[in-house]
């Protein structure tokens, strides 16, 4: 079965330029998450989907950030501008929605993004 | 608050040998998830294994068990014979209150392998 699947896993830009990040969630699973990695501030939840609806964008940092799922297979993470600080390891996961305590998370590879 | 603590930022190991890593939690929930995760050198997040908190026994998968201790709010992860390909970073999580939907995540444990 394929997993997550995110596209580019390592993208360089230089800041002031937009990027967009992209994710294919698992076939079925009906929640889909964005998270952040970075050394100083681990993994961290910015925004999360269901049913292609956003339910929770609390946690995306300023209104540079932008996320959107128009369809169940398929979503992005968007920034722009782009700054320097926006450098770290972006995460889409996908869980199937029982409403119950297993709902385990899947995470794709990651995207590797640099900001210079 | 939901909070995941993981003491330990490092640990070493013997090939072979089997290796404890700890986490604690502090939730209000009366039901709840742990999860952990491993995250190689190459970057991936990649689920290991999960413990609800009314399940009666440990939570197991091949190499990979929980030692889960309720009324301590503790949930270990325990490795059995240790192979190099364990080397990577461990982590522990649990869903925020409240829901079944956003995770919170220690800190890790990185996790070395000798030879």
């Known amino acids: 079965d394929a997993g997550v699947i995110q596209s580019p896993r390592h993208e360089v830009t230089e800041m002031g330029q937009e990027v967009t990040l992209r994710c294919k969630p698992i076939?079925?699973?009906?929640?889909l998450f964005w998270y952040r990695q970075t050394m100083m501030r681990g993994l961290e939840l910015l925004i999360y989907?269901?049913?292609?609806?956003?339910?929770?964008d609390s946690g995306m940092p300023e209104d540079r950030f932008s996320a959107k799922m128009p369809n169940a297979s398929f979503s992005t993470l968007k920034i722009q501008p782009s700054e320097p600080r926006d450098s770290a390891v972006y995460f889409c996961?996908?869980?199937?929605?029982?409403?119950?305590?297993?709902?385990?998370?899947?995470f794709g590879p990651g995207t590797r993004l640099t900001v210079l | 608050a939901q909070k995941i603590t993981q003491t330990q930022p490092g640990m070493f190991v013997q090939e072979k040998e089997a290796v404890t890593l700890d986490c604690t939690y502090d939730?209000?929930?009366?039901?709840?998830?742990l999860f952990w995760y491993k995250q190689p050198s190459s970057g991936e997040m990649i689920f290991l294994i999960y413990?609800?908190?009314?399940?009666?026994q440990n939570a197991t998968e091949g190499r990979y068990s929980l030692n889960f201790q309720k009324a301590r709010k503790s949930a270990n992860l325990v490795i059995s014979a240790s192979q190099l390909g364990d080397s990577a970073m461990y982590f522990c999580?649990?869903?925020?209150?409240?829901?079944?939907?956003?995770?919170?995540f220690g800190a890790g444990t990185r996790l070395a392998v000798h030879p």
């Open positions: 996961a996908s869980s199937p929605h029982r409403g119950r305590a297993t709902d385990t998370q899947y």
């Open positions: 076939s079925g699973h009906d929640y």
């Open positions: 989907f269901n049913n292609n609806v956003p339910i929770d």
């Open positions: 939730t209000s929930d009366q039901s709840y998830g």
């Open positions: 413990q609800g908190s009314y399940d009666e």
């Open positions: 999580a649990t869903f925020h209150s409240g829901g079944y939907n956003k995770l919170i």
